[in-house]
T-cell receptor
Framework: AQSVTQLGSHVSVSEGALVLLRCNYS??????LFWYVQYPNQGLQLLLK??????LVKGINGFEAEFKKSETSFHLTKPSAHMSDAAEYFC??????????FGTGTSLTVIP | DSGVTQTPKHLITATGQRVTLRCSPRSGDLSVYWYQQSLDQGLQFLIQYYNGEERAKGNILERFSAQQFPDLHSELNLSSLELGDSALYFCASSADVGQFFGPGTRLTVL
């Protein structure tokens, strides 16, 4: 069985500060891991994904995430927050690429 | 724009009714996924179709059903609607690992 835990349903950062959104997963097999962003009244947009290979994954809009198997984590980071980063962020896991399990989401607020 | 289209954008109906939500995947994508997003349940995977056949099933109620047609578009049928079925329903498609989401259909059951 797979599951995702996103620590912190709300995160606030100042513009220009580091963004760190936490995601821990549970999976009985090597997982596929994803981060999605959802802006108000829109669908989810894929930010980045880990399938195999390099554990540091770079995505769109300056975001990156690192797969740490020993910690069962896939935290999302961005060195410098921008006002346009304010949105809901979802971490997801899949063991097969067919069935996906999403976390409950983290709402990111960027303070000017 | 993800390339995935969903209709209608909004749907308002009454309890006990039946509705059909439609999804057209990105060109060339064979897989279609349906999700329900509500405030109390979060984003829940409902069902996946691959090239017309059911591939995976999640938390889909028996009152709900889906199908994927030869042209690869998909429909999600919701029947005997209850107030608790009010939610955003998303469709996603993929050709590889990772999904592209449509803009969603907001269903309101009164």
């Amino acid at each position: 069985a797979q599951s995702v835990t996103q620590l912190g349903s709300h995160v606030s950062v100042s513009e220009g500060a580091l963004v760190l959104l936490r995601c821990n997963y549970s999976s009985s097999v090597p997982p596929y891991l994803f981060w999605y962003v959802q802006y108000p009244n829109q669908g989810l947009q894929l930010l980045l994904k880990y399938t195999t290979g390099a554990t540091l994954v770079k995505g769109i809009n300056g975001f990156e995430a690192e797969f740490k198997k020993s910690e069962t984590s896939f935290h999302l980071t961005k060195p410098s927050a921008h006002m346009s980063d304010a949105a809901e962020y979802f971490c997801a896991v899949s063991a097969t690429g067919n069935q996906f399990y999403f976390g409950t989401g983290t709402s990111l607020t960027v303070i000017p | 724009d993800s390339g995935v289209t969903q209709t209608p954008k909004h749907l308002i109906t009454a309890t006990g009714q039946r509705v059909t939500l439609r999804c057209s995947p990105r060109s060339g994508d064979l897989s279609v996924y349906w999700y329900q997003q509500s405030l109390d349940q979060g984003l829940q995977f409902l069902i996946q179709y691959y090239n017309g056949e059911e591939r995976a099933k999640g938390n889909i109620l028996e009152r709900f059903s889906a199908q994927q047609f030869p042209d690869l578009h998909s429909e999600l049928n919701l029947s005997s609607l209850e107030l608790g079925d009010s939610a955003l329903y998303f469709c996603a498609s993929s050709a590889d690992v990772g999904q592209f989401f449509g803009p969603g259909t907001r269903l309101t059951v009164l």
